[in-house]
């Protein structure tokens, strides 16, 4: 991550605000600003925003798409489909991509600045059926963060149209705020969970975790993040591994690349500082007891902890950074 993020979550970890709306100073007067997040997974594109309430809404969908060539339809669309036109190409998205359109596909990069990745996070934009001047926060693995945030910049700071069902909608995404996964579920997290401890926020993806780590007092370690590569949950749904050995993998690479094995210690004090890991992603609970069984043989004492909305944890949580950060 660079610099500027890095003091950025320094400074706001434990800030709290409550803004439902912001506002931006435009030609003509004050125009509404929406916040829009987007987590465009390999597996889910998982969308966040506020409604006219100030309430946080949510929506998700299949990351799969394929080119709509005016196929005629013989059968509705589900909750979790979208027929949409970006920026004038036709495409299906979600789970009928499989069956309509052609050349189907998913996103089979890390990096979100590939076009699919550029076509999903509009995608998740067109789910919340906003229209107008947005605040678009998008997460990314952490070791990617300082190279993939100016390119998300450039692709996606102008404006877009989006058609569905023959409405057209004018997206004005006035600024990108670039999040860093695992890490960003710190501003979804219940404080009196992490407060005084040593806390890794680990988002188990399909092909690669990401480990953010707070200390006790809310600062960011670096030498306790940073992304695992291929150590993800394709093991065990396509390679045909066990998440017994999935979760053995993680406490084994996160030992020895992130040194976890080491107790972290106050450097004031010299008190060993109590730790936990909070686990993010689909897969967490499915994970977590394999984890905590994986940790509670190890040399400096782990608690593990499923996070109580790990499908959504850091897209909420850029969410809530985005507010924190205007």
């Not at 597996?43 to 925003?49: F, G, R, Y």
């Not at 339809?73 to 069956?99: P, Q």
């Not at 070791?143 to 910049?153: G, I, M, Q, R």
């Amino acid at each position: 991550m660079n610099n500027k993020t890095l003091t950025i979550f320094i400074i706001n970890y434990k800030i709290d605000v409550d803004v439902s709306k912001m506002y931006s100073k435009m030609i003509g007067g004050w125009i509404d600003m929406h916040n829009v997040s987007v987590d465009a997974g390999r597996s889910e594109v998982k969308t966040a925003w506020l409604d006219e309430f100030g309430a946080i809404r949510t929506a998700k969908f299949l990351s799969m798409l394929s080119d709509d060539t005016g196929t005629k339809m013989h059968r509705d669309l589900g909750n979790e489909d979208y027929r949409l036109t970006i920026n004038g190409h036709k495409y299906f998205i979600g789970e009928i991509a499989n069956d309509c359109g052609s050349n189907s596909r998913g996103i089979t990069h890390d990096e979100k600045t590939h076009n699919e990745s550029i076509t999903m996070i509009l995608a998740g934009v067109a789910a919340t059926k906003l229209s107008g001047n947005i605040r678009l926060g998008v997460c990314v693995p952490l070791d990617n963060h300082a190279k993939e945030a100016p390119l998300l910049k450039a692709k996606l700071e102008r404006e877009h149209t989006i058609e569905e069902n023959g409405i057209k909608r004018r997206v004005n995404i006035v600024e990108v705020k670039v999040s860093a996964e695992g890490l960003v579920s710190a501003f979804h997290t219940p404080k009196t969970l992490v407060d005084g401890k040593l806390v890794g926020f680990v988002n188990v993806g399909s092909f690669k975790s990401n480990i953010g780590c707070l200390n006790h007092k809310g600062k960011y370690v670096d030498n306790r993040s940073g992304s695992l590569e291929r150590v993800g949950m394709n093991r065990v749904l396509e390679d045909g591994d066990s998440i017994e050995s999935l979760a053995t993998l993680i406490k084994t690479e996160m030992n020895r690349k992130l040194r976890w094995s080491e107790p972290y210690k106050d450097p004031r004090t010299k008190r060993t500082i109590p730790a936990i890991l909070v686990v993010c992603g689909g897969a967490a609970r499915d994970i977590a007891p394999y984890l905590s069984n994986e940790f509670s043989h190890h040399p400096y004492p782990i608690e593990i902890v499923p996070h109580e909305d790990a499908l959504f944890s850091d897209c909420i949580g850029t969410l809530k950074w985005m507010q924190k950060t205007r």
